[in-house]
C-alpha cells in the first residue's frame, strides 16, 4: 500500500492454530512455539496528514479502546516518529483512523496487528529506509505478538515472539472465528497458567500439506493457554465446542490467551454455514467466516 492522503492498511486477525508455552524467562515473558496466520477478518487503519499527531476511532468495537496515549496506535506512531528523528529523517504530523472491527483482548492479537500496520503505514507515507531488523525491535517494544503482525503471513514464532521463520507448506483453508465477548487479559492468563507442554515447535513437513492432513497434524498439537483461560472464562468450552460440532469443522481450538476460539473448514461454504447456525444459536457472540489473509500488502525491504 503506498502512502499519502487517506492511506489505509488492513491490520488482519491474528491466529495461533497451536500456542506451546515454555519457562518462564529473566525478563518475565515465557519463550514460546507457535504457529500463527492471518484471517481476512480484520481491523483497518487509515491516514491523512493533519496539523498534529492524534487518533480517531470508528467501527463496531471502538467503544472498548481510548485514545489516549496508551492506545498501541499511538504508541506505535511515536516510537516510530522517534526512530526517525533520531536517524535524521523527516515526519509529518497525521491523523490515524482505527476502524475496530475486531472485539478487544480477544486472543486475535487486534491490538498488536494495528499496531504493526500502523508502523507499516507509517514508514510507507514518511518514505522511511528503516531495516526490517530495526522495525521487528520497534514492533517487540511494543507488544510480544507486534513482530509476527508486521509480516501478516504463515509464521513459525518462538522467544518471546520474534524469531520468526516463514511457513510455506499450508494448505488453503476458511474458518470461522467466535468471540463471547468476554475480554481476557493476556497476563492474567499466563499467571494461571500450570501446566506447560515446552516451547517446542512440531516440525513441518517439507511438501504441501492437504486440509485433512494438515488438521491431523494439528491435532496433535495444543494451545497451552486454552486450559487457565477457561478456568478464567468457563464460556470458552462452549465455544470451543459449538465449533467443534458444527458440520464441516477440521479442528477448533482457542487462539492465543482467548476468549476467541477458530474452527478449520474446507470450504468455505461449509464454514460460512457454520457461522450463520453458530449466529442464529447464540446471537450475542461475535461469530465471522473469513479466509486466509492473503498479504499482497507486505513492505519491499529498505
Ligand atoms: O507483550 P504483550 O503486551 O503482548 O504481553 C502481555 C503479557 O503476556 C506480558 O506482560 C506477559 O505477562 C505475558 N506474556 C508472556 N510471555 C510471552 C508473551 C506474553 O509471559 N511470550
Not at 519457562?23 to 493533519?50: C, E, K, N, Q, W
Not at 494438515?214 to 496433535?220: K, P
Not at 468457563?234 to 469443522?249: M, N, R, T
Request: proline share 6%; net charge neutral; glycine share 10%.
Amino acid at each position: 500500500m503506498t502512502g499519502g492522503a487517506g492511506a489505509q492498511r488492513l491490520a488482519p486477525a491474528k491466529v495461533n492454530l497451536f500456542l506451546h508455552v515454555g519457562d518462564r524467562r529473566a525478563d518475565g515473558y515465557h519463550d514460546l512455539a507457535s504457529l500463527v496466520i492471518f484471517a481476512d477478518i480484520a481491523d483497518a487503519i487509515t491516514l491523512r496528514p493533519s496539523k498534529a499527531l492524534s487518533l480517531e476511532l470508528s467501527g463496531p468495537h471502538a467503544s472498548g479502546l481510548a485514545v489516549g496515549p496508551g492506545n498501541l496506535v499511538l504508541k506505535a506512531a511515536r516510537a516510530l516518529e522517534s526512530w526517525a528523528t533520531s536517524h535524521g529523517h523527516k515526519t509529518g504530523p497525521v491523523t490515524l483512523t482505527l476502524e475496530k472491527n475486531l472485539p478487544v483482548a480477544s486472543g486475535i492479537g487486534g491490538g498488536s496487528s494495528d499496531a504493526a500496520a500502523t508502523l507499516n503505514l507509517l514508514c510507507a507515507h514518511w518514505a522511511l529506509p528503516v531495516h526490517d531488523d530495526d522495525l521487528q525491535a520497534i514492533g517487540l517494544s511494543l507488544g510480544a505478538d507486534v513482530p509476527v503482525c508486521l509480516r501478516a503471513a504463515p509464521t513459525l514464532m518462538s522467544g518471546r515472539g520474534e524469531i520468526l521463520s516463514p511457513v510455506s507448506v499450508l494448505p488453503q483453508f476458511s474458518l470461522v472465528l467466535v468471540n463471547p465477548l468476554v475480554a481476557v487479559s493476556t497476563a492474567a492468563v499466563f499467571a494461571s497458567l500450570t501446566a506447560r507442554s515446552g516451547a517446542f515447535p512440531r516440525d513441518l513437513p517439507a511438501k504441501q500439506f492437504g486440509i485433512r492432513d494438515f488438521a491431523g497434524w494439528l491435532d496433535q498439537t495444543i494451545n497451552d493457554l486454552a486450559s487457565p483461560a477457561k478456568s478464567l472464562q468457563p464460556v470458552i468450552w462452549q465455544v470451543e465446542k459449538a465449533l467443534v460440532s458444527s458440520d464441516g469443522c477440521l479442528v477448533a481450538r482457542m487462539s492465543g490467551s482467548g476468549a476467541t476460539c477458530f474452527g478449520l473448514y474446507p470450504t468455505h461454504d461449509s464454514a460460512t454455514r457454520a457461522a450463520s447456525l453458530i449466529t442464529e444459536a447464540h446471537p450475542h457472540w461475535w461469530v465471522r467466516a473469513g479466509r486466509m489473509f492473503a498479504n499482497e500488502g507486505q513492505r519491499a525491504p529498505a
